[in-house]
Every structure is written in C-alpha cells, then in structure tokens.
C-alpha cells in the first residue's frame, strides 16, 4: 500500500471452537482508511511507565501501517495480514 493512497479492507467472517467446545464466532470486518508516513518515534507504555522510543523492528516491516481510520476518525496501527484490500 502506498503512503496517502485510500483504501478498503475486508476480512472474512469466520468461526472456530475454544478448548472448551463452544463456538467462537467473528463477524466480517471492514474499515477504510488512508494510509499515514510511519513515524519514527512510538510512545510506549507497560501500564506504568510511558516511555518515547524508536518505531520497534515489528511496526517496521510490511505488515503493518499507520493509518487514519475515516469511520472511527482515529489514528491508528493496521495488521494488513488476513485482509483482501482494494484502493478506493
């Protein structure tokens, strides 16, 4: 996906079985977004202490961007992983 670029993101409904038999079910999910510059600094926070450090190795790679979610009006990290997407 490209930085500035509006996209729409769906993932598929889909069920399994916990451990203890019962059905857990996920509705299809879907959310449009534009795509944001990472930046290169995250506030992190372990309930405690919150803590301005570098973009970690993770949020680096091509999984995962900065978007700006136009139904919720937030900013926000997106997983891309399961998810069939399409430019608007």
Same mark, same amino acid.
């Given at each position: 996906?490209?930085?500035?670029?509006?996209?729409?993101?769906? /993932?598929?409904?889909?069920?399994?079985? @916990?451990? *203890?038999?019962?059905?857990?079910?996920? &509705?299809?999910? !879907?959310?449009?977004?534009?795509?944001?510059?990472?930046?290169? /600094?995250?506030?992190?926070?372990?309930? @405690?202490? *919150?803590?301005?450090?570098?973009?970690? &190795?993770?949020? !680096?790679?091509?999984?995962?961007?900065?978007?700006?979610?136009? /139904?919720?009006?937030?900013?926000?990290?997106?997983?891309?992983?399961?998810?069939?997407?399409? &430019?608007?």
């Amino acid at each position: 996906m490209k930085i500035g670029s509006k996209y729409r993101a769906i /993932k598929a409904a889909h069920s399994f079985y @916990d451990l *203890e038999g019962k059905k857990v079910v996920f &509705e299809e999910e !879907r959310i449009e977004f534009k795509v944001l510059q990472k930046p290169e /600094k995250v506030i992190v926070c372990d309930g @405690d202490v *919150e803590a301005i450090e570098p973009l970690p &190795e993770h949020l !680096r790679g091509n999984l995962w961007y900065c978007v700006f979610n136009f /139904k919720a009006g937030l900013t926000h990290w997106f997983n891309s992983e399961n998810y069939q997407i399409t &430019e608007l």
